[in-house]
């Protein structure tokens, strides 16, 4: 069982849904809305709806299959078995910085494609491997840059499995990984968050439309959920 909790400060009513399940949440205190969901397991397809409307994908997906447009997809993280327990990283002040592209390393473009070529990097003297954005992003080809779903490692590149494999391969190979995130913007497609919360204003603009609500009413919980990020990926 999974225990939801989800911020919607303006909503009168949140439901979750998987296939034919449907869940009411209990509102909480400052707009969150919390609850245990038993149908919640590991590769549920789920989403979101506010006051009726939606399907919404979760502002915290893990895995977009169907890209952001679709549904989530449930990922509980205590499956995959790590090999690197015994892992440190090389410093970074003696460096040997790799940036990659994912989408254009290898004529696959995935996670799993890019593990097979570690041996070339390693030879090199690769002791970095910097990876641009792969938050999940609207259409096949892209920098990364305009990543909406920000949890979410792009699912045609491998998803969060794909890319723990190849967090595990390189640490296996003695390689660190950094990753690219963005933090000052959305892309423009399949970006939900605003459904959700006031989680962008109108105060700052940005090429890709509204600037992210950092300072201004009810930005303490826009502030966390960027650090809960960044934690993510630490963590998962």
Not at 3 to 10: D, F, G, N, Y
Not at 165 to 184: E, S, T
Not at 198 to 207: A, D, K, N
Request: a negative charge; charged letters at 25%.
């Amino acid at each position: 069982m999974a225990e939801i909790s989800l911020w919607a400060p303006e909503a009168h009513e949140v439901r979750i849904e998987s296939g034919e399940w449907s869940l009411e949440l209990f509102r909480k205190e400052r707009g969150w809305w919390r609850g245990d969901v038993p149908f919640l397991v590991h590769g549920a397809n789920y989403a979101f709806r506010i006051d009726g409307k939606g399907p919404y994908p979760d502002p915290a997906s893990p895995w977009q299959p169907e890209g952001p447009h679709g549904l989530s997809r449930w990922v509980d993280h205590r499956l995959f078995r790590w090999t690197d327990e015994e892992w440190r990283p090389p410093p970074l002040k003696s460096a040997i910085i790799y940036e990659l592209h994912m989408g254009t390393f290898t004529p696959e473009g995935t996670f799993e494609s890019a593990a097979e070529k570690l041996g070339y990097l390693a030879d090199l003297g690769i002791t970095h491997l910097e990876i641009m954005p792969v938050a999940e992003f609207a259409g096949r080809r892209g920098w990364g840059y305009d990543g909406v779903d920000l949890c979410a490692p792009y699912s045609a590149y491998g998803g969060p499995e794909g890319l723990k494999k190849l967090v595990d391969a390189c640490h296996g190979r003695g390689i660190a990984v950094l990753l690219d995130v963005v933090c000052n913007h959305l892309g423009p497609s399949g970006n939900y968050l605003e459904a959700f919360g006031p989680y962008f204003t109108s105060f700052y603009s940005t090429p890709w439309g509204k600037g992210i609500n950092f300072d201004g009413p009810e930005s303490d919980t826009v502030r966390r959920f960027f650090i809960d990020n960044a934690l993510m990926w630490l963590r998962d």
